[in-house]
């Protein structure tokens, strides 16, 4: 179901005439419409990113209620490299820090790329594992530097943090696939809310990478090894579904909630870097939720996929993630049918393949 902003606004406006003279047992009924998940879409006019991004929030209810008890907040983006065309637009960050901020937040921004990177864990064209914390410093430093995060934070006054080095926290998982406890950066046990920013984009390895498959960066590189080698190597050997395993044990160690897609400039094919199978797609979108799996799956949806072809979904529903159709989820602003586009599949390569060719040595 999709409405506009407009008719959001004026259906609010009677919700709270009415809710003056209602009885109790409507009030009830109320509540439980309040249960559906609700994705909001919007088109970015103008060049506009903060407006889009402000819009879609409001249809959620606005930043107060999105982040209602919530006091400290961790804005991760995807930085899976150095690479701005592969990467979250720092515009969609800078917009939801200073949302956040003027709501007196105490934000963050946090990260642990991949970073397969000459001159760090690239040599000779070829890609290797690594725990090397001092090199694990320089290489996530590089990324910030690079891609305009560090002057960002700077001008914010908001801290950076390097997901991959500092002081580990043992967190457990509950019903967990694979990982019954996972060592987590310490700032990630004293946040509120982890509000995940992926940019939308095709996957080798997942189909899709979004808000859900985003957490990847969470995996310490000083723990779990940069590229995530040894996860994915784990994960295969449970089950041959992409990362899915990975995701879904990750997302429940974490305090995810709002999930804010780039969909500006997004990425089809053979993502998630852009060379000879993948190619940049013209969306100019911002996607919303509070839900991170209802979210993801609107997003799929409007770049072609049924949920269904997507495997970190059918996981999440597995473990008890809700909704598990996308007939059970509001959307406001644009509707999916208006704004879809589909994009070149990727061409999807299980990790046992993958981890033959790529990222399968240690660097010592």
Known sequence: MAITRREFLHRLQVLMAAAAVMPLSGLKSLAANKEMPIV??????????????????DLLGGIEAVTKD???IMLKPNLVSNAATDTTDPAVVRALAEMLKDSGK???????????????????????????VELLDRMQQFVFDQLGFTD???????????????????????????????MLHQKLTEID???????????????????????????????????????????????????AIEIVDMA??????????DGLVAMEGDGPSLGPGSRLVDMNLIIAG????????????????????VPTFEWAVRAGMTPARLEDI??????????RRNFLKPQVSPWKQVSKLWGYKELE
């Open 40 to 57: 909001s879409i919007v088109r970015r006019q103008n060049g506009d990113t903060a407006r889009a991004v402000a819009e879609a929030v």
């Open 106 to 132: 105490d934000v963050c921004i946090g990260e642990g790329s991949a970073a397969a990177a000459p001159g760090f864990n690239v040599i000779d064209y070829e890609c290797y594992r690594t725990r090397d």
């Open 252 to 261: 429940r160690a974490n305090k995810m909630g709002l999930t804010v897609v």
């Open 152 to 182: 960002m934070a700077a001008d914010l006054g908001i801290p950076l943090v390097n997901l991959h080095t500092g002081e580990m926290v043992a967190v457990n998982v509950p019903d967990a696939y694979l990982f019954n406890t996972l």
């Open 193 to 243: 809310l982890l509000v995940s920013i992926p940019r939308m984009k095709t996957h080798t390895l997942a189909t899709v990478t979004l808000g859900l498959k985003n957490v990847i960066g969470l995996y310490a590189g000083s723990e779990y090894g940069t590229v995530r080698g040894y996860v994915h190597d784990l994960g295969a050997e449970y089950a041959d579904v992409g990362v």
């Open 290 to 309: 509070t839900h991170p799996l209802a979210t993801d799956m609107v997003t799929a949806s409007v770049m072609g996929f049924a949920p269904d072809e």
């Open 70 to 72: 919530k006091t400290s």
């Open 330 to 339: 509001e959307v406001r602003g644009e509707t999916i049918d208006d704004v």
